[in-house]
């Protein structure tokens, strides 16, 4: 049984930064695909960022495109997502996942495990 536990989040303002952070236990944590993802009041969940198994690879949504940064410590069992120059619609739950295969998908439907999710606001 995989457990991923967020933390993190918090209330800022915009231009601000805040690193999300996701610690992984139960499973040999660099076999998973890791990836952030992020659910505003009333739209789908959607994809931030997404690392492959050995961090070499790294895919970030175009919205969130040079401010944020995935990263992951296979030592540490950990995945981060620095978020910088945060703006307003970056305000939502944010996600951390896994996804038991090789190959890196950006979806929210082929990630198999998921933690609870840290609110993060920004203020205008």
């Known amino acids: 049984h995989v457990q991923l536990v967020e933390s993190g989040g918090g209330l800022v303002q915009t231009g601000d930064s805040l690193r999300l952070s996701c610690v992984v236990s139960?499973?040999?944590?660099?076999?998973?695909?890791m990836g952030w993802f992020r659910q505003a009041p009333g739209k789908e969940r959607e994809y931030v960022a997404v690392i492959s198994r050995s961090g070499s690879n790294t895919y970030t949504a175009d919205s969130v495109k040079g401010r944020f940064t995935i990263s992951r410590d296979n030592a540490q069992n950990t995945v981060d997502l620095q978020m910088n120059s945060l703006k307003p619609e970056d305000t939502a739950v944010y996600y951390c996942?896994?996804?038991?295969?090789?190959?890196?998908?950006?979806?929210?439907?082929?990630?198999?495990?998921w933690g609870q999710g840290t609110q993060v606001t920004v203020s205008s």
């Open positions: 139960g499973r040999t944590f660099s076999n998973y695909v």
């Open positions: 996942a896994a996804r038991s295969s090789t190959i890196v998908l950006l979806t929210p439907g082929n990630y198999d495990y």
